[in-house]
């Protein structure tokens, strides 16, 4: 992935220093996200749309591909608790989709999690994350999941990374909605005094 075709996507390789810890914590955190929202919760996943589709010209450039090659789109929501908390937008090119990502496409209601962190062939971008415009795919990705109840794309904070395999590419975009922030530092006060009574 080239990192300034990244950049020219809105996406940047930096948080911005004017987040809380919280938000700068979970636009970084490393491993499988939806790992790190099970410890918050039961954790529910609904898939909003699986489609083949040509891509925008910014996300063409990310991975590197024309914007119209085919790709396999998959966009799904999770909740915790019932409270919807993260959007996520991932593709790769079709004919992937059927050889090196076949099992893309048979993850129904499971999370991607499950067919990326077992395997050695797999290497993992870093991250890059941004605050949503009304222009951005993610954002038309969140109005196509919460419908009538769209927050506005400014409020949305969101990170991303490509997944490579065998020279393939997955990219993984993730947007965290503005009922996740609450939850999270919520459980982040409370490890806070778990540390601290620990400590005593």
Request: charge should be positive.
């Amino acid at each position: 992935m080239d990192p300034e075709a990244v950049r020219r996507g809105d996406w940047r390789e930096f948080v911005p220093p004017s987040l809380t810890p919280v938000q700068k914590y979970w636009l970084r955190r490393p491993g499988a996200l939806t790992v790190g929202l099970r410890a918050m919760g039961r954790v529910d996943l609904s898939v909003i749309g699986e489609y083949a589709a040509g891509l925008t010209p910014r996300e063409a450039r990310i991975v590197g591909h024309p914007c119209a090659r085919p790709m396999h789109i998959r966009e799904i929501l999770m909740s915790i608790d019932g409270v919807d908390s993260v959007v996520a937008r991932s593709f790769t090119p079709r004919d992937a989709a059927f050889s090196r990502w076949r099992g893309m496409r048979a993850l129904n209601r499971r999370p991607l999690a499950d067919m990326l962190y077992n395997d050695i062939d797999i290497m993992r971008s870093q991250f890059f994350t941004c605050r949503l415009r009304r222009t951005h795919p993610l954002y038309r990705t969140v109005r196509r999941a919460l419908r009538g109840d769209t927050p506005a794309a400014h409020e949305l904070l969101a990170r991303c990374s490509v997944f490579w395999r065998r020279g393939s590419p997955l990219m993984v975009a993730e947007c965290f909605l503005p009922a996740f922030w609450p939850l999270a530092a919520k459980i982040g006060s409370r490890r806070h005094a778990s540390d601290a009574d620990a400590r005593r």
